[in-house]
């Protein structure tokens, strides 16, 4: 007799419910997998900056894709790693230059500093304080087994936290190199699948958005890099020049700072003010207004140019942008926000220009308004042929 046919129908259509099995194992693939949303935000952020040269690197081994890779994630770690440790080097001699100081100030103690002691308003409370808790012989120590004994709870659960930090640190650094490079290997062919999803869901539009994001990426990167090693050496020689002690280290954590919007005034305004505090005002006063020139040249004509990428991004959206991915994800939102801020406009202009095309198209189509030639009033109408007839 053979099977008989099913009777029983579907309770969802299949492309219902393929539709929502797609919905479902991304939604599940989101909530399992946003902890590596971030090293694989900072692999692509990487790889769209250093991709001109990746390419080139691809064409020195004849395409080998696994062999260049490889060579531009150890290029990469040595970028990383050398710079860390140059500054942490000098970081530990500036600590150990501290320690020095506390140690020998706690076997003989220091009167106040005089810049400290001239504060406005201020200055006495912190004449008394200073004397009070460092100025006499093992005040230090004092200060520092009052501090520890009190707060030993806290102390440790700070250190605790702070190895646990620095070990998820670390695993995002791997994981991101990983990510990084099948990234580099991979890129084209993901781009390429990638460019014909988007084709089918915009079509005629995905060409022109999708190649906003490498484009402002790339600037941005560049752009953020070399304001803040500019803004860095500039005023760095500008702290050396007014007489700043240790104007090496202030002028990389100006540099550092001037990766946000606002970081590099604050820091020059500190810097002034401990000048004009600690007696030397002409120094105090030249640096701020110098600063001040400098910065507002930056930021107001060379950061919009340098980050807005190719569709030339506004002060106020590049504003916007940085400051919301630094809120939102910290130091990688640097890159993130103008690049989200770009898209924003771009789909903005898109619909603008689609708009008036679409207007433009409907002022050529519409047929000519006919003209008025009926006369305003039968009376009117009439009177023509009449006078036709009394001249002839």
Do not use: C
């Amino acid at each position: 007799m053979g099977p008989s046919a099913p009777t029983r129908a579907a309770v969802l259509p299949p492309l219902s419910a393929a539709r929502w099995l797609l919905l479902l194992i991304i939604a599940a693939g989101i909530y399992f997998f946003h902890g590596f949303l971030v090293p694989v935000l900072a692999a692509l952020v990487i790889t769209f900056a250093s991709w001109p040269l990746y390419r080139r690197l691809l064409e020195a081994v004849h395409g080998n894709r696994t062999v260049a890779a490889a060579i531009a994630i150890m290029l990469i770690v040595g970028f990383l790693v050398i710079p860390i440790v140059v500054a942490g080097s000098y970081a530990i001699n500036e600590i150990r230059e501290w320690f020095s100081w506390a140690v020998e100030t706690n076997k003989a103690g220091a009167t106040t500093p005089e810049w400290i002691a001239a504060l406005p308003v201020v200055g006495e409370w912190l004449d008394e304080m200073w004397a009070r808790h460092i100025g006499h012989p093992g005040a230090i120590g004092q200060l520092i087994q009052l501090v520890s004994g009190d707060n030993i709870g806290s102390i440790y659960r700070a250190v605790v936290a702070a190895g646990g930090g620095a070990f998820n640190l670390v695993l995002t650094l791997l994981f991101m190199l990983i990510a990084l490079f099948f990234t580099y290997r991979d890129g084209e062919a993901f781009s390429a699948s990638v460019d014909r999803l988007g084709e089918r869901i915009l079509p005629m539009r995905w060409e022109r958005i999708s190649r906003v994001v490498p484009a402002t990426i790339s600037s941005t990167v560049t752009g953020q890099t070399l304001i803040a090693i500019g803004e860095g050496i500039v005023l760095g020689v500008a702290y050396w020049i007014a007489g700043v002690p240790s104007p090496v280290t202030l002028g990389v954590l100006t540099g550092l700072m001037a990766l946000v919007p606002g970081g590099a005034p604050l820091s020059m305004s500190l810097v002034s003010i401990y000048l004009v505090a600690s007696g030397s005002w002409v120094a105090g006063l030249a640096l701020f207004a110098w600063g001040s020139i400098e910065l507002f040249v930056v930021d107001k004509t060379i950061r919009p140019k340098l980050v807005g990428g190719p569709i030339k991004l506004p002060f106020l959206p590049t504003f916007f942008g940085l400051i919301g991915g630094v809120k939102t994800m910290g130091f990688l939102g640097l890159f993130i926000g103008p690049v989200l801020m770009a898209l924003l406009v771009a789909i903005w202009r898109e619909w603008v220009r689609e708009v008036e095309l679409t207007e433009g198209a409907a002022q050529t189509l519409a047929p000519p308004e006919p003209t008025d030639m009926s006369p305003s009033s039968p009376t009117q109408g009439s009177a023509g042929p009449l006078k036709k007839v009394q001249a002839g």
